[in-house]
């Protein structure tokens, strides 16, 4: 189920925590509100992206564009 929360204590960024329909939970922050809602949206509307893709393959392929870079 869906959820979110932005909070704020005083003298600190935003924190902003999200639920996808997956149960999947995420955490950020940022400077401002707007930043934190705009965060949570995109998030939803990448869900199915994000659980489609084999995380496994994408891990891969990071590390191995790592050790590109190190050579």
């Not at 997956?22 to 990448?46: R, V």
């Amino acid at each position: 189920m869906r959820d979110y929360s932005i909070t704020r204590k005083k003298g600190e960024w935003y924190d902003a925590r999200v639920i996808d329909s997956y149960g999947n939970k995420y955490q950020n922050y940022f400077e401002f509100a707007h930043e934190a809602n705009d965060w949570i949206y995109y998030i939803w509307e990448k869900e199915e992206w994000f659980n489609s893709v084999n995380s496994q393959e994408l891990l891969a392929k990071a590390i191995k564009q790592c050790k590109e870079i190190d050579n």
